[in-house]
T-cell receptor, first 115, second 111 residues
Framework: GAGVSQTPSNKVTEKGKYVELRCDPISGHTALYWYRQSLGQGPEFLIY????????DSGLPNDRFFAVRPEGSVSTLKIQRTERGDSAVYLC?????????????FGPGTRLTVT | DAKTTQPNSMESNEEEPVHLPCNHS???????IHWYRQLPSQGPEYVIH???SNVNNRMASLAIAEDRKSSTLILHRATLRDAAVYYCILRRYTGGFKTIFGAGTRLFVKA
């Protein structure tokens, strides 16, 4: 079946602009996670959703970052007033439900470059 | 957040077994040990997880120390396709199950 998909695969934007990154999880997966990964580092947790609600947003670096999942499926990560330091690969993952055993399935990521 | 410690890199020869170590001395009784790997230019991929007993699946084996303060991911016969960064992660409920990745171990496989 289809895996986690993310669009766009690459996004180049100018400093100060607004961007939206989309994640389509595996159908039926109730838990959805966002991470970002800088070169040479492991993924950094940003936020996760259980259904429509953000169960833990403690990883969002500041109030320029916001994520939604209005119908409990597709999620959008929104970044306002982008800065060069926001350049990274943004990864989305989903799992069947939230639980300490459930494996996460990752998408290929969106590479964001802020110039 | 529970911390894990892994070597920065390891090297293996193709067709030989690989033992990737992970230390997690602050593990609590309810923490599950998860391993993921990330191939170049891809998102991480689940490998295996366990709680107390050793685990085997089609990809690898997970050996967990009796005191659970360390674990070892075992690839029985390394192939060139196994060259990746391997992450050892503890998943703990702290109001949620966020997953905290460390820097991982980069595995190089020589033909």
């Amino acid at each position: 079946g289809a895996g986690v998909s993310q669009t766009p695969s690459n996004k180049v934007t100018e400093k100060g602009k607004y961007v939206e990154l989309r994640c389509d999880p595996i159908s039926g997966h109730t838990a959805l996670y966002w991470y970002r990964q800088s070169l040479g580092q492991g993924p950094e947790f940003l936020i996760y959703f259980q259904g429509t609600g953000a169960a833990d947003d403690s990883g969002l670096p500041n109030d320029r970052f916001f994520a939604v999942r209005p119908e409990g499926s597709v999620s959008t990560l929104k970044i306002q007033r982008t800065e060069r330091g926001d350049s990274a690969v943004y990864l989305c993952a989903s799992s069947l439900s939230e639980g300490d055993k459930n494996e996460q399935y990752f998408g290929p990521g969106t590479r964001l470059t802020v110039t | 957040d529970a911390k894990t410690t892994q070597p920065n890199s390891m090297e293996s020869n193709e067709e030989e077994p690989v033992h990737l170590p992970c230390n997690h001395s602050t593990i609590s009784g309810t923490d599950y040990i998860h391993w993921y790997r990330q191939l170049p230019s891809q998102g991480p991929e689940y490998v295996i997880h366990g709680l107390t007993s050793n685990v085997n699946n089609r990809m690898a084996s997970l050996a967990i120390a009796e005191d659970r303060k360390s674990s070892t991911l075992i690839l029985h016969r390394a192939t060139l396709r196994d060259a990746a960064v391997y992450y050892c992660i503890l998943r703990r409920y702290t109001g949620g199950f966020k997953t905290i990745f460390g820097a991982g171990t980069r595995l190089f496989v020589k033909a």
